[in-house]
């Protein structure tokens, strides 16, 4: 499991049974492992990780850093040009929450990559301490697409999902609550018919 994403993380087995079945869980999977001569010892087989202990459902979660490296490889494989040769521009931000997002674009013809990513969460986040996601995070805040851009619909590489611009006084834009409804990251893309 996480393969699909290179994770480093181990997918050990775990379980969330009742009391009494979670310890014959966590006994048979230990008896199991009795045969290897790794755990021959009852100590050895004592650190083989309890199903039914939380840290291993823990450690076995994907690392969300390798789930967007990943993503982020393999679209820098599909779309060379774009990173190697594509222009490099800032994006401005505007609206209540400007002063927490960086964003920058990639344009390679006109193929279109942005890339967002919120900052200083933890003065957006509150008490609970969540990722600041939609609207109720982002309120009226949006960042501005390159002068001369021709809007659209944009392709969330991390969640599949499509983002479309909106325009004012001429200029197209996204507003971060749509852009950053999912993840408090975002990488969209925009390829050209002659790309894909």
């Not at 050895?44 to 967007?68: M, N, V, Y």
């Not at 969330?156 to 971060?176: I, P």
């Amino acid at each position: 499991m996480g393969q699909e994403w290179a994770a480093t993380s181990p997918f050990l087995h775990f379980t969330d049974h009742h009391a009494e079945l979670g310890r014959l869980v966590t006994e048979g999977r230990r008896s199991e492992f009795k045969g290897f001569a790794a755990f021959s010892s009852p100590d050895a087989r004592a650190r083989i990780p309890d199903p039914q202990d939380e840290g291993t459902f823990l450690r076995s979660q994907l690392e969300i850093k390798q789930f967007l490296t990943a993503a982020g490889l393999r679209l820098r494989r599909r779309f060379p040009k774009l990173f190697l040769e594509g222009e490099y521009l800032p994006l401005e931000a505007e609206g209540t929450r400007a002063s927490h997002v960086v964003a920058l674009a990639r344009r390679w013809r006109d193929d279109l990559l942005v890339a967002i990513v919120s900052r200083l969460c933890h003065e957006l986040g509150g008490a609970n301490r969540r990722p600041p996601l939609g609207a109720r995070a982002w309120r009226d805040s949006r960042v501005w697409l390159p002068a001369n851009d021709r809007g659209g619909k944009l392709l969330d590489v991390f969640t599949g999902v499509a983002v479309t611009t909106s325009r004012e006084d001429g200029r197209h834009g996204l507003y971060l609550a749509d852009a950053l409804a999912a993840l408090p990251v975002a990488l969209l893309i925009r390829p050209s018919t002659a790309s894909v």
